[in-house]
């Protein structure tokens, strides 16, 4: 059986890889950002637009599309690709993650999860094959294993049981995958803050390692403090299969992007372009700028000096404010636009940039400016060296 996602390791430096993941929708050059498309749509933005910003991949959440239209209705129409227009890749996350994000709203066994929408109160339940079934229907190219999601700061007590119930849940999803000549399946690697729990998270998990297409690190970016989330992804990332991608789920703040790339990272998502730039904040060389206020009144500048998206060729700061302060949807689309833009171009410029051999110094004069610039109040953290023993 011919495998449907297979990733070829260009060059590396240091840690850092350039690479390229081929699909059965197409070839995504590594590294890489990829923008949520929650139902089926990246928010504020047209398929003609992501494919303008050369967006390789989009995701799409399988708990959103299973509530709504429901995943036999997107099936009936060929799946998610045609239903949304979109002929690149497709990456569908298990729904775990917004399951276990409901708190009081489910409960989880063995079996799966019982939950209530949170759209209407119905009751609902996910398990491991029903996570595949309707990722199955939608049709995308990468499917993710649904695996127990703990909270940010878990204990080690907690976490144990975790890792060994998404081990047992990720076979299941392997058994369940009745396409696995078209779409491939990712695991995730959980463990918290730990990185001995780490270990054993991606040491059972690589028992199924034929079954997976890549491997996923679930379990940051949730409220943990940076300099943890940098000392375990320094730690375990290099430790994953070097001829897989690998997936850091939930990133896309500039910063924590280039920590992952350094740390041998292939692909990222996160809602926050999208959020943030519907609430009038942009991503720029000198860090983030809140267009809303008032300092940029009279700004005839673009959003980002420099940049040469469509927003910032054809718009000012002083009329993208007015667009916010007068509630015209323009203005959300083009700080969408140019959020978008700005993090496939950032994950762009790594990559030339490790294949160039110079990816240290290309991260470290993109901080100099960002974190040290006239726009940005952010706060560089600390690295933490990972050491093995480090289980705090």
Known sequence: MNKPIKYTLEVKDGNARAGVIETPHGKIETP???????QATVKAMTKEELEEINSQIILGNTYHLYLNPGDDLVDDFGGLHKFMRWDRPILTDSGGFQVFSLGSLRRIKEEGVHFRSHLDGSKHFLSPEKSISIQNNLGSDIMMVLDECPPGMSSREYLIPSIERTTRWAKRCIDANKNKDRQGLFAIVQGGIYEDLRDKSFEELSQYDEDFAGYALGGLAVGEPREDMYRILEYITPKLPENKPRYLMGVGEPLDMLEAVES??????????????????VFTKYGRLVIKNKAYELDDRPLDEGCDCYACKNYMRGYIRHLFKAKE?????????H???FLIKLMNDSREAIKEGRFKEFKDEFIKNYAQGKESEWIIPKRIPATRDNTR
């Open 329 to 337: 949807i323009l203005g959300q689309r083009l700080a969408t636009y």
């Open 32 to 38: 890489v950002f990829m923008p949520v498309g929650t």
């Open 264 to 281: 041998g990272i292939d692909m990222m998502d996160c809602v926050q372009p999208t959020r943030i730039g519907r609430h009038g904040t």
């Open 339 to 341: 959020n978008l833009h």
